[in-house]
Antibody
């Protein structure tokens, strides 16, 4: 069974940095593209970033230049390094697995909460 | 960042049929990218409901159906049940962004 478990969330001051992780199990991690999707309190889903199997990355305009996605296939782990954090980055951050050749997500983690506040 | 437009809420009595629209643009749905739908029950992570425009994910009852036409898509729930009360999101891909786009979300209320 595929499992995605996020960790690393917490309270950080505006302008600060945080790295969140997503540990994957039950799949050959290196074979799949992965994404981060966030959900601000009481709001909808917002795609944040993706990384392909070959390491190609892309970002939403709202985080470009501040966030960096990476993966360690030897550890079956996805990362999101978040710098220059703003109050509007406060959200539950989900990692999501891309389904094969289709542009959708078939598995999601339970999320890790990032709160940016002084 | 582009988003797909959905109605904020829809409601219906048990047993009724409700539909949720999802409107995109020429760079996402209209660019022949598939539309997918997710169900998010209160306090839980999103769950894949429909993929590839009209294919139900594993375990999804046939009360759920979806379609796509042009720059829009829709999700229908027939025989509405109390357990269907949730938020629903459409999703596609935007080639100009090299990224994914989600709908604004629709809350389904069972009266």
């Amino acid at each position: 069974e595929v499992q995605l478990v996020e960790s690393g969330g917490g309270l950080v001051q505006p302008g600060g940095s945080l790295r969140v992780s997503c540990a994957a199990s039950g799949l050959t991690f290196s074979n799949y593209g992965m994404s981060w999707v966030r959900q601000a309190p009481g709001k909808g889903l917002e795609w944040v970033s993706r990384i392909t199997t070959s390491g190609t990355t892309s970002y939403a305009d709202s985080v470009k230049g501040r966030f960096t996605i990476s993966r360690d296939n030897s550890k079956n782990t996805l990362y999101l390094q978040m710098n220059s954090l703003r109050a509007e980055d406060t959200a539950l951050y989900y990692c999501a697995k891309k389904y094969g050749g289709s542009y959708h997500f078939d598995y999601w983690g339970q999320g890790t909460l990032v709160t940016v506040s002084s | 960042q582009s988003v797909l437009t959905q109605p904020p809420s829809v409601s219906g009595a048990p047993g009724q049929r409700v539909t949720i629209s999802c409107t995109g643009s020429s760079s996402d749905i209209g660019a022949a990218y598939d539309v997918h739908w997710y169900q998010q029950l209160p306090g839980t992570a999103p769950k894949l409901l429909i993929y590839g425009n009209n294919n139900r994910a594993s375990g999804v009852p046939d009360r759920f159906s979806a379609s796509k036409s042009g720059t829009s898509a829709s999700l229908a729930i027939s025989g509405l049940q109390a357990e269907d009360e949730a938020d629903y999101y459409c999703q596609s891909y935007d080639s100009s962004l090299s990224g994914y786009v989600f709908g604004t979300g629709t809350k389904v209320t069972v009266l």
